[in-house]
């Protein structure tokens, strides 16, 4: 398994931004695999923030997310491409981090690879 | 605000033993796996201990990890220079249905 990430970049507070990761190694989209993803993030200097998951495996995909991204944050995915998104609007200060997509080996939540992260920062 | 605490930091010497201290609630360690990650700066997390007391494989057994109530524990035996890093345990919890990460743990040598 090996993952991606990418679309990390300055953005002004209020804004929004894309964030994708691409997975190899398994299919995003095989019922037969734990397709299950997270995205996690650490702002500078600070603590690991689990930002929410989505169960992948085909059909439809029903992501769960932090209190701290809930209604600002999205989680997807593009099967075709073997990718999984990050989609963050009305972005602060506040949310910024390095995000790191992960995949779930086993539930709940146990992350057993992970990418190498791509740096998000909110700035004026 | 992380609903799981850990001291922030705790040092050994060489080939010494050192616990790090999880403590939750019941909506989390008291009724969920705790899975523990190592964090060395400027990398990716690596999961280090699965479903309380797992070992990846790959892991060296001087890590091992247990749970008593709501508190979970990370021992490290034996410890190894390549062993400094932030630790962090996590779990998932019923109350706010999400996974939670601890306040990180930084290992250094004495």
């Known amino acids: 398994v090996e993952l991606e990430e990418s679309g990390g970049d300055l953005i002004t507070p209020g804004g929004s931004l894309r964030l994708s990761c691409a997975a190899s190694?398994?299919?995003?989209?095989?019922?037969?695999?734990?397709?299950?993803m997270s995205w996690v993030r650490q702002a500078p200097g600070k603590g690991l923030e689990w930002v929410g998951r989505l169960r992948g495996g085909g059909g439809g995909a029903t992501p769960e997310y932090a209190a701290a991204v809930k209604g600002r944050f999205s989680i997807s995915r593009d099967d075709s491409k073997n990718t999984l998104y990050l989609d963050m609007n009305s972005l602060t200060t506040e949310d910024t981090a390095t995000y790191f997509c992960?995949?779930?080996?086993?539930?709940?939540?146990?992350?057993?690879?992970w990418g190498q992260g791509t740096l998000v920062t909110v700035s004026s | 605000q992380s609903v799981l605490t850990q001291p922030p930091s705790t040092s050994g010497t060489p080939g010494q033993r050192v616990t790090i201290s999880c403590s939750g609630s019941s909506s989390n360690i008291g009724s969920e796996t705790v899975d523990w990650y190592q964090n060395l700066p400027g990398t990716a997390p690596k999961l280090l201990i699965h479903t309380t007391n797992q070992r990846p494989s790959g892991v060296p057994d001087r890590f091992s990890g247990s749970k008593s109530d709501t508190s979970a524990f990370l021992a490290i035996s034996g410890l190894q220079s390549e062993d400094e890093a932030d630790y962090y345990c996590a779990a998932w919890d019923d109350s706010l249905n999400g996974y939670v990460f601890g306040t990180g743990t930084k290992v250094t040598f004495l």
């Open positions: 190694g398994f299919s995003l989209s095989s019922p037969f695999s734990h397709a299950w």
């Open positions: 992960a995949w779930i080996s086993k539930l709940p939540s146990v992350m057993t690879s």
